[in-house]
């Protein structure tokens, strides 16, 4: 259910349209979707990917984040139990897969998509007594990817990464915003390489950041030994 409201917040929210009227319809043909139409993964299986009344595709993206979705609350749930943090990495996971997604149709990180995460991040900072790590993650992250946005011009780094990275930040705490950050890098390029390679995309043509600070930040929530092992390594092979 969860999933399937991100579906409409994909879709609809930098389209400027509202998230709540009018109700769900094909985007085909713009018929309005009845109770069966809308039941999440089921319907789309049941209808074999075809609207009900145009017959024309649903993409299979629409149960792919329901899906993935129902897996993330399911993980939480095993991880963290009925906690704070189980509600944590639910709200931070269903904002991370929005800004993803939207990134990756419209290379757009959203001003209302980080404020949101923000305000949440914060609130859930100060009830669970960590707010100062919370606020050095956030400044650690941003001025990261502040200081390459300003060395470039903006021309290797959008400003609403910035925010996305800080919004980040405020969630994972430091010092895990800096492995996390540097994660983000490492994934973008190991990411992109291949798909230069392939000339799915000319080497001049953007490819969006966000969706790599995503995938690591998910990372960084659910198996941060992941992300910390290498970097404590590397770090203790520099120290000693």
Request: charged share 10%.
């Amino acid at each position: 259910m969860f999933g399937s409201f991100l579906n409409v917040v994909i879709y609809r929210l930098p389209r400027g349209m509202s998230l709540a009227f009018p109700g769900s319809r094909c985007t085909s043909c713009g018929h309005p979707l009845n109770a069966l139409d809308n039941i999440p993964l089921l319907s789309w299986l049941a209808l074999r990917g075809r609207c009900r009344y145009c017959g024309s595709t649903i993409s299979a993206r629409y149960p792919l984040i329901e899906a993935l979705t129902a897996a993330m609350f399911a993980i939480a749930a095993l991880e963290f139990g009925w906690t704070l943090s189980f509600a944590s990495a639910c709200l931070f996971g269903m904002v991370l897969l929005a800004i993803a997604f939207i990134d990756l149709d419209h290379l757009l990180v959203l001003d209302v998509t980080t404020i949101t995460g923000a305000l949440l991040g914060l609130v859930i900072a100060v009830a669970s007594h960590r707010l100062g790590t919370s606020l050095e993650g956030a400044a650690c992250a941003g001025a990261i990817l502040g200081a390459i946005y300003l060395l470039t011009r903006g021309t290797g780094m959008g400003l609403g990464d910035v925010k996305l990275a800080a919004m980040i930040g405020l969630f994972v705490g430091y010092p895990a915003a800096l492995w996390t950050t540097a994660a983000a890098f490492i994934i973008g390029a190991l990411l992109a390489i291949p798909v230069l390679l392939s000339r799915s995309r000319r080497q001049r043509d953007a490819l969006p950041f966000g969706p790599f600070l995503v995938i690591a930040a998910v990372l960084a929530t659910f198996a941060p030994l992941v992300l910390s092992a290498p970097y404590e390594a590397y770090r203790s092979l520099f120290a000693g």
